[in-house]
């Protein structure tokens, strides 16, 4: 265990002219772009691009900004050469109103029809909730044409205990040829309200970004803030952090997988896996006093100690659970009708996965070695004993096995974590009143989706000028697109469970 | 197929005997107002990012657990202990100004509850899920084996068609607004609404900004207020059991 502080981002800024060049040399060279966004800059000047690129050998940052022309609200759009930009240069469009020359797929991402044309929430100073009677946005969906082909819209209300979405099936016979898949609709305004909230009172705000998500969301705020302010942590805090995301990750997993095993029609594990989730939440709540965790990690380190009593407790629990993991699962792996379900359904081959930059188990199913956790180096998996999933398949089974293998690892790392005493450790460390002035902080986590990043820009005045977030999801939507082309209708509840993906931390 | 149910068997029953237990003693619950004196010094109300809490001049407190998102800043920062965790389950209330806790003294002459709706020993439940999907996952675990709202005949439906409440669970921003509304349209009378966990109730922490992320109750009013962020699946079941008028929810 570290307690350096992170290394800072290196911060380049370039002409507009060479933006796309400059992201397509750096992709070639092993880096993959974590965000690309815009931002404005001091009084009147021109929007400014910004894109974060993440080296996967050395893990190092680096963020490039491309200020705008003046006057002019168009650039020449990124995707053609770095495909993993295209919902990265919709959604500049929908909250800046700039255009992406030549994106091969223009549309909005994020905010649709329910919004008035000309509204960049972004880009204004104070956005106001337009009215309802202007001029709402155009939205077409991409339509298939031929003989026998037609349509099947779902959404944004599902069946199920399920956030909303738009899934549009062009279908030819059962097979899809197309699937459209349209989101938004949970748009809270998240990053402009984080934007303009006191940074001091933004924890509890993040962790609501995607409460499914609550440790990731709050520990990529935390290590944001850390890294802009420079303080480093207590190794004792890094180690309860990385338990409780490793617990969430536990949780969530064993959450999917029981959704998968329903969507199977193989009730008995669905029953065993829902109750497994439970004690997984459990083991949370002992750590934090939260089954989600909140309100646990904050800048500066933990506000809860583990007594030494909670922490054998949990790590008896972590032991006998592990062992019963492993029971309940294969139920689901040895059980050959379920295996054959799984397989060769959904397949993302791996060019895709890289070209589009699949995050999570959803990219290390389909050969994408990239896990934050090893890749960045952080502390503390630097000193611990574990390798990162992976396989090359594609398909759904394959995403399964990466979760199940995950969880596996999860239960190791815990262990290993709670193996010592930890009590008597500092957990907290002293925050500066004020950020730092025209300082960048990057919080990059590997949250149970996979790459989490939470952006902090400050103006001149120490103020917050951007504050981004970016879902794992916003890469892997696309994986779930492509998975689903050319299947049947009926895989595709079994394709979108084993990808698992948020709507909210899509959403914003 | 045998070895699926003895997996089952091993872990006996999974459901506990006890309806709302107090949360164990190392969770936070919400945050409750004491009968300890308070000192009017307002730390509370300054720590509270969702200004859930009003001190008076004279020490008045007024706690709204419907803007309330659980982030536990006032409770360390009362030195008197009049703000105080709250470990029991039965915090949900058929109005919603019986979220917000006082320490001003009883009433006399306080209205009485409001009488149960027209929806008797069975519920069945549409959920609409806006942005909160913690609170969608207690909505499921509420029906889990460990749970169990099937034994109250509580059931999650898949169509408004079929459906006595609308469960809305997040801050029904603008996009939502819609959607709700043809839902909550295509449901026969009599029905329900009930706003499922804060951001349902008051759209916290979201609300006030361009999206209109304000709540349930700027679209649709509501007959039932389940408080937490997201709400513990007891909390859940309570609301939904006040909602029935079942004895069981009145403790
Ligand atoms: S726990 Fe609730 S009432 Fe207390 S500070 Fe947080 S939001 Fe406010
Ligand atoms: S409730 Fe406690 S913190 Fe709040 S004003 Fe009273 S004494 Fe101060």
């Known amino acids: 265990m570290s307690d350096e502080s992170m290394p800072a981002i290196e911060r380049k800024t370039y002409p507009i002219d060479h933006l796309a060049n400059k992201l397509a040399t750096g992709i070639g060279a092993g880096r993959r772009l974590g965000l690309m966004t815009a931002r404005k800059s001091g009084d009147g000047d021109p929007l400014v691009l910004v894109a974060l690129l993440i080296d996967l050998v050395t893990g190092g940052l680096r963020l490039i900004e491309a200020p705008m022309r003046p006057g002019d609200n168009t650039y020449s759009s990124v995707t053609a050469r770095v495909p993993q930009a295209h919902w990265f240069e919709r959604s500049i469009r929908d909250f800046f109103g700039l255009t992406p020359a030549g994106h091969p797929r223009l549309k909005s991402v994020l905010l649709h029809e329910a919004w008035p044309q000309g509204f960049y929430p972004l880009a204004a100073t104070s956005p106001q909730a337009p009215l309802r009677d202007t001029q709402a946005r155009a939205y077409d969906f991409l339509q298939v044409k031929g003989e026998g082909v037609y349509e099947i819209p779902v959404g944004p209300i599902h069946a199920g205990i399920i956030e909303p979405g738009h899934f549009r099936f062009s279908c030819l016979g059962e097979t899809i040829q197309n699937l459209e898949i349209r989101l938004g609709y949970q748009h809270r305004g998240i990053e402009e309200r984080l934007q303009r909230t006191p940074w001091r009172r933004i924890p509890p705000f993040a962790e609501a970004i995607s409460g499914d998500t609550t440790v990731g969301n709050a520990l990529a705020h935390a290590l944001a803030i850390e890294q802009l302010t420079g303080v480093a942590v207590p190794p004792a805090a890094a180690a309860l952090r990385a338990a409780a995301l490793e617990i969430e990750r536990i949780a969530s997993h064993i959450g999917d997988l029981g959704g998968l095993a329903g969507d199977i029609g193989f009730l008995g594990p669905a029953a065993l896996f829902a109750r497994q989730r439970g004690r997984a939440l459990g083991l949370g709540e002992r750590l934090t006093g939260s089954r989600f965790q909140s309100a646990f990690i904050r800048p500066g380190g933990v506000t809860r100690p583990l007594s030494e009593e909670m922490r054998r407790s949990i790590l008896a629990d972590v032991i006998a659970f592990a062992a019963d993991f492993d029971e309940a699962r294969r139920l689901l792996t040895d059980e050959p009708g379920a295996v054959e379900r799984m397989e060769n359904v959904g397949v993302v081959r791996p060019s895709l996965a890289r070209d589009f930059g699949l995050v999570g188990p959803a990219g290390r199913a389909s050969g994408q070695g990239y896990d934050v956790r090893a890749a960045l180096r952080q502390p503390p998996y630097d000193v611990l004993d574990w390798t990162p999933a992976g396989s090359e398949t594609g398909d759904v089974l394959a995403r399964a096995m990466i979760r199940i293998q995950e969880v596996a690892t999860s239960f190791d790392l815990l262990h290993q974590l709670l193996s010592t005493p930890l009590v008597d450790f500092e957990i907290m460390t002293t925050l500066p009143d004020t950020l730092p002035a025209n300082a960048v902080g990057a919080g990059v986590v590997e949250a149970w989706r996979g790459e989490l990043i939470h952006l902090a820009i400050t103006d001149a005045n120490g103020g917050l000028l951007r504050y981004a977030v970016k879902d794992p999801s916003f890469n892997n939507w696309t994986g779930l697109a492509i998975a689903a082309r050319l299947e049947l209708v009926a895989d595709f509840p079994l394709c979108n469970k084993s990808f698992g993906l948020s709507y909210s931390g899509n959403d914003l | ?251």
């Open chain 2, 1 to 251: 197929m045998i070895r699926t149910l003895i997996q089952l068997a091993k872990g006996g029953l999974a459901t506990p005997a006890e309806l709302f237990p107090d949360l164990p003693e190392y969770s936070r619950g919400l945050p409750m107002v004491t009968d300890a004196r308070c000192s009017g010094c307002g730390d509370c109300a300054e720590a509270c990012p969702t200004s859930a809490i009003r001190i008076g001049a004279a020490g008045e407190v007024a706690l709204d657990r419907g803007r309330c998102i659980a982030c536990d800043a006032c409770t360390g920062t009362c030195s008197t202990g009049t703000l105080a965790a709250d470990r029991r389950t039965r915090v949900a209330a058929l109005r919603r100004e019986d979220l917000v806790l006082t320490n001003a003294p009883k009433r006399i002459a306080d209205t009485p509850p409001p009488a149960p709706g027209p929806l008797r020993r069975s519920l069945h439940i549409r959920e609409v899920s806006t942005g909160d999907n913690a609170t969608d996952l207690e909505i499921g675990a509420s029906t889990n084996p460990i749970f169990d709202g099937g034994r109250f005949g509580i059931h999650v439906v898949a169509s408004p068609r079929h459906a006595d409440a609308l469960a809305v669970s997040g801050p029904v921003a603008r996009a939502m607004r819609e959607p709700l509304l043809r839902c909550y349209d295509a449901m026969a009378d009599p029905r329900i609404v009930i706003a499922v966990g804060a951001a349902a109730i008051s759209g916290v922490p979201w609300e006030g900004g361009y999206a209109d992320a304000n709540g349930v109750e700027a679209v649709l009013p509501a007959n039932a207020f389940i408080p937490g962020s997201p709400p513990h699946p007891w909390y859940i079941l309570h609301g939904l059991l006040l909602a029935m008028g079942h004895p069981a929810a009145r403790g």
